[in-house]
């Protein structure tokens, strides 16, 4: 069985920085993009970043391009997000996800695999 286990979230000030990890187990995943989602109150989930299988092609939503960075441990099953300068905008419920796929892809829908989401909150 698959499980996806996010961790490292928590409460921080603006400007501060976070990393989130996610380990996958159940199987391994040396062919498969990874991405991280998240969603706040009210609002729809939305893709954040992703990687491909190889970790030498990385995507970014707009909102964090330069801010956070994505990678990845291949042997480890376990992708990483880096995010600095944090801004109370980016407060949510971050989730990692896996494709069945190699290229990352930007819509949640693309995804087969979910951890169960780690709180980020960003006070100003």
């Known amino acids: 069985q698959v499980q996806l286990v996010e961790s490292g979230g928590g409460l921080v000030q603006a400007g501060d920085s976070l990393r989130l990890s996610c380990a996958a187990s159940?199987?391994?995943?040396?062919?498969?993009?990874m991405g991280w989602f998240r969603q706040a109150p009210g609002k729809e989930r939305e893709f954040v970043a992703g990687?491909?299988?190889?970790?030498?092609?990385?995507d970014y939503a707009d909102s964090v391009k330069g801010r956070f960075t994505i990678s990845r441990d291949i042997p480890k099953n376990t992708v990483y997000l880096q995010m600095n300068s944090l801004k109370p905008e980016d407060t949510a419920v971050y989730y990692c996800?896996?494709?069945?796929?190699?290229?990352?892809?930007?819509?949640?829908?693309?995804?087969?695999?979910w951890g169960q989401g780690t709180q980020v909150t960003v006070s100003s």
């Open positions: 159940g199987r391994t995943f040396t062919s498969n993009a």
């Open positions: 996800a896996i494709k069945e796929r190699p290229y990352v892809a930007f819509g949640a829908s693309s995804y087969a695999y």
């Open positions: 990687i491909s299988w190889s970790g030498l092609s990385t």
